[in-house]
Nanobody, 130 residues
Framework: QLQLVESGGGLVQPGGSLRLSCVAP????????IGWFRQTPGKEREGVAG????????KYADSVRGRFTISRDNAKKTVYLQMDSLTPEDTAIYYC???????????????????????WGQGTQVTVSS
């Protein structure tokens, strides 16, 4: 099983920023898709950002587009989620996930569906509150 370790969560005021990190020491990153998901009690897990690592193509949920940015550092085997202009609605547990690389059409049509991802981190809490 792959090991994914998230960090960087915490408490931030509305309008603030956080950067989440996902370290994947056992991954050859280019073989995979990496996604960031979030979940709140009583709601389904939502894919917010993802990257098809072989091509660096990215996808974002409408709810975060323009505010969140996914990026990578191959040398550190780390994928980041920069979150800006945070609102209380962004409060959730955030998970990093990895899946075997998919074709272009599958990526563009389904890239943020949880079913494409087989390995998950333990999650990190993000709380946006004044």
């Amino acid at each position: 099983q792959l090991q994914l370790v998230e960090s960087g969560g915490g408490l931030v005021q509305p309008g603030g920023s956080l950067r989440l990190s996902c370290v994947a020491p056992k991954l050859t990153l280019d073989w995979y898709i990496i996604g960031w998901f979030r979940q709140t009690p009583g709601k389904e897990r939502e894919g917010v950002a993802g990257m098809r690592m072989r091509t660096s193509n990215t996808k974002y949920a409408d709810s975060v587009r323009g505010r969140f940015t996914i990026s990578r550092d191959n040398a550190k085997k780390t994928v980041y989620l920069q979150m800006d202009s945070l609102t209380p609605e962004d409060t959730a547990i955030y998970y990093c996930a990895a899946g075997i690389g998919v074709g272009r059409d599958t990526w563009f049509n389904n890239g943020l569906e949880a079913s494409l991802y087989s390995d998950w981190g333990q999650g990190t809490q993000v709380t946006v509150s004044s």
